[in-house]
């Protein structure tokens, strides 16, 4: 089965310092990826995906990911915090096994960002 | 440009009561469309996703059900409330037929069931 691991709860951070949340995925074939970010009591944002090519991908707020094959892993980052960038942030992968319709989310990584 | 409504925001039942939630999506046709559950500001459930029309797929047994009587429209339902239906329920869309697709959510409603 499809499933994404996000191995920390919160990660902290000084504004202006870089910041990486971390994903790791297990899939069979290509693997089909992606960040969100949600605000309190707010729906998800999308910030960026993986489908192929350049493993560097560039997504919004200027937030980055790489995917990594050999580790398997989908970390995002940023080379500068805002304070602003603070909210939970879910890795995902979109399940084909089963026809591409479901997306399966990581437990979320909760960004603090210390001014 | 595609939007997505959803309604309420906040709601306050009471154990036993009904439930409706509904969402709609304008600005696309046949979309793909998304039932999720958050608790406690975390993780999301996938609970029922439809793919046209009448088309129900259910991820987990539970006390909910879902109908999709129009094509843009989802509701999400319950004949009796339990105390662990609370959460955070989101609904999402995304293109037919486009499995690399990102998903579009909606601003969520907070259920507390009392």
């Known amino acids: 089965a499809q499933s994404v691991a996000q191995p920390e709860d919160q990660v902290n951070v000084a504004e202006g310092n870089p910041l990486t949340v971390k994903c790791t995925y297990s899939?069979?074939?290509?693997?089909?990826l992606f960040w969100y970010v949600q605000y309190p009591n707010r729906g998800l944002q999308f910030l960026l995906k993986y489908i192929t090519g350049d493993n560097l991908v560039k997504g919004s707020y200027g937030f980055e990911a790489e995917f990594n094959k050999s580790q398997t892993s989908f970390h995002l980052k940023k080379p500068s915090a805002l304070v602003s960038d603070s909210a939970l942030y879910f890795c995902?992968?979109?399940?084909?096994?089963?026809?591409?319709?479901?997306?399966?989310f990581g437990a979320g990584t909760r960004l603090f960002v210390k001014a | 440009s595609q939007t997505i409504h959803q309604w309420p925001a906040t709601l306050v039942q009471p154990v036993g009561s009904p439930l409706s939630l509904e969402c709609t999506v304008e600005g696309t046709s046949n979309p793909n469309l998304y039932w999720y559950r958050q608790a406690a500001g975390r993780g999301l459930q996938l609970l029922f996703y439809?793919?046209?029309?009448?088309?129900i797929s259910s991820e987990v047994p539970q006390n909910l059900s879902a109908s999709r009587p129009q094509d843009r429209q989802f509701i999400l339902s319950s004949k009796k409330l339990l105390l662990s239906d609370s959460g955070f329920y989101l609904c999402a869309w995304s293109p037919v037929g486009a499995t690399n697709e990102k998903l579009f959510f909606g601003s969520g409603t907070q259920l507390s069931v009392l």
């Open positions: 899939v069979s074939g290509n693997p089909y």
């Open positions: 995902a992968v979109r399940d084909i096994n089963t026809g591409g319709f479901k997306t399966i």
């Open positions: 439809s793919v046209g029309i009448g088309q």
